[in-house]
């Protein structure tokens, strides 16, 4: 549904570009044309400025370290080149290029979930994909739908992928979530799972509290993520004592979507702040591919 939807929407705007410059060049308005161009093509990247302007306004009173201009100017522009990469086609076009990475030979290897945020499908973790394939790592990423209901509706989704992964392999996975994804993890794990189901949570950018824009969301799953909402109270409520030292969560004090950047960690987890990467290009940084790589490394038995 999210890929035939993000595949009209950027054919649209390409047709659009094209039928603008085309009547504004034959009526002589050469300037307008390709102002014109430059607007439906790189619009987002003004949408992307409000955000980050809202964010800078919001996270003063943050806990987090604060961006420096040039921080925010930085992640801005890596935001700018990674959003049209993901949501223009990797996620429209792409979202099925790498299939479900499990084999004769998974059984006994660490397996990885992997689960994408909010109006995202699996295409988001296509270079993840990629680099787990190669590595024969038994890898499944799913679709969370209907892509703008509630975050309850995704239980089953994720509790079919990790029953593949569990009989596949033998093993508990490791499990990686992007934004909404983190909260729909947690969301399963308080309904479905003990800890010895899940290896590792590695969230990224998780609006584990939350998140300020959120306050103008329309959706079910939007809402129920708004800061401090009923929801997520209700939420915390269930999950055993201890279960956030499970987690690894990745947060920025350049997040554009989730802020306060605090809002993005857990009590009692361990905590990553990447300085200066804002929301999606989070999950092009290194640093969470190193943290997922290093759970999937064997515990050596200890010497006799």
């Known amino acids: ?73 930085r992640a801005w522009w890596g935001e700018v080149l990674a959003a049209p990469r993901v949501f223009c086609w990797r996620q429209p076009f792409c979202s099925r290029r790498y299939p479900h990475g499990l084999t004769d030979q998974a059984q006994g290897r660490r397996g990885v979930l992997l689960v994408h945020g909010f109006i995202c499908n699996r295409g988001v973790w296509n270079p993840w994909l990629q680099r787990l394939h190669a590595g024969g790592v038994p ?10 209901g509630s975050i309850d509706n995704y239980i089953d989704i994720i509790e079919r992928a990790v029953q593949t992964l569990e009989q596949a392999t033998g093993l508990a996975p490791v499990i990686v979530a992007h934004s909404m994804g983190g909260v729909a993890l947690r969301r399963w794990w308080a309904e479905r799972g003990d800890d010895a189901r899940v290896h590792r949570a590695i969230t990224l950018g998780t609006p584990h509290h939350g998140t300020w824009l959120a306050r103008f969301a329309m959706t079910p799953n939007a809402r129920q993520m708004r800061l401090g909402s009923h929801w997520l109270q209700t939420l915390a409520a269930r999950e055993p004592p201890g279960r956030a030292q499970r987690f690894t969560c990745f947060y920025s004090h350049c997040d554009n979507i989730v802020f306060p950047a605090a809002a993005a960690t857990l009590p009692g987890a361990d905590n990553r702040h990447i300085p200066g990467v804002a929301h999606v290009h989070m999950a092009e940084h290194p640093e969470p591919w190193q943290e997922l790589q290093r759970w999937l490394q064997p515990v050596s038995p200890p010497p006799r």
């Open 139 to 148: 890898v499944l990423a799913v679709n969370l739908e209907p892509v703008f």
């Open 1 to 73: 549904m999210l890929a035939r939807l993000q595949q009209f929407l950027t054919l649209g705007a390409l047709a659009l570009a094209a039928a603008w410059a085309v009547w504004a060049w034959q009526h002589g308005h050469r300037g307008w044309a390709v102002a014109g161009v430059l607007l439906v093509l790189g619009g987002h990247a003004l949408v992307l400025g409000l955000e980050f302007v809202l964010l800078r306004l919001v996270g003063r009173a943050d806990p987090a370290m604060p961006a420096t201009p040039g921080q925010l100017l």
